[in-house]
């Protein structure tokens, strides 16, 4: 069963605008972490921003931040003020394991920055 | 600070042929995972060194193998070639094998792999 959902193939953003990147996950365990990762064209998985399952608070790191909603099991990627350099491959990624830890990815979201 | 470095960069093989893929982690890191990232797909979880064995596995037939060195370092060898094995390979390492905001696995930049 998959458990790391991303619905949106392609995204376009002008700019300077904000853009949403949708993850929904599912899991049974109560302690879990989830990841964003960025990958440009040079294929490097570039960590963005971690949420952790007790985490209270949603996670900010500079322009990224995620909508973190417990009950419905989404962790959304916000990225405010797009520059061009942010058009890329965006993956979200769910910590499985309990010892020996590995990430479950998503299909991930290609976002397009326009000037 | 090195990063995850990877080598190839590319490769092209034919079916049946053999393949060796190289990592090396992050300064500081001891514990190498790898990951199979198909076209217009997420990566997929290989394998996962820590101390130089192997300690947890994806989905992956045994024609996929590896190892660890002492340095930390990795290889990932793949038997047997079939044209679905066309990939990007990623090399990921992390301090340990626990992963939170402050110890994510940072990635290499891939083996592009292309099997004819």
């Known amino acids: 069963a998959q458990k790391i959902t991303q619905t949106q193939p392609g995204m376009f953003v002008q700019e300077k605008e904000a853009v949403t990147l949708d993850c929904t996950y599912d899991?049974?365990?109560?302690?879990?972490?989830l990841f964003w990762y960025k990958q440009p064209s040079s294929g490097e998985m570039i960590f963005l921003i971690y949420?952790?399952?007790?985490?209270?608070q949603n996670a900010t790191e500079g322009r990224y931040s995620l909508n973190f909603q417990k009950a419905r099991k989404s962790a959304n990627l916000v990225i405010s003020a797009s520059q061009l350099g942010d058009s890329a491959m965006y993956f979200c990624?769910?910590?499985?394991?309990?010892?020996?830890?590995?990430?479950?990815f998503g299909t991930g979201t290609r976002l397009l920055v326009s000037p | 600070d090195a990063g995850v470095t990877q080598s190839p960069t590319h490769l092209i093989k034919t079916r049946g042929q053999q393949v060796t893929l190289r990592c090396s982690p992050k300064?500081?890191?001891?514990?190498v995972s790898w990951y199979q990232q198909a076209l217009g797909q997420g990566p997929q979880f290989i394998f996962q060194?820590?101390?130089?064995?192997?300690?947890q596995r994806g989905n992956f037939p045994d024609r996929f193998s590896g190892h660890q060195f002492p340095n930390y370092s990795s290889e990932l060898n793949v038997n047997a070639l079939l044209l679905g094995d066309s990939a990007l390979y990623l090399c990921?390492?992390?301090?340990?094998?626990?992963?939170?905001?402050?110890?994510?696995?940072?990635f290499g930049p891939g083996t592009r792999l292309t099997v004819l």
């Open positions: 949420q952790g399952s007790y985490d209270e």
């Open positions: 990624a769910m910590r499985e394991g309990g010892s020996f830890q590995k990430l479950v």
């Open positions: 060194y820590y101390e130089e064995e192997e300690r």
């Open positions: 300064s500081g890191h001891d514990t």
């Open positions: 899991t049974s365990d109560q302690s879990y972490g």
């Open positions: 990921a390492s992390s301090l340990g094998y626990r992963l939170a905001g402050d110890n994510e696995q940072f």
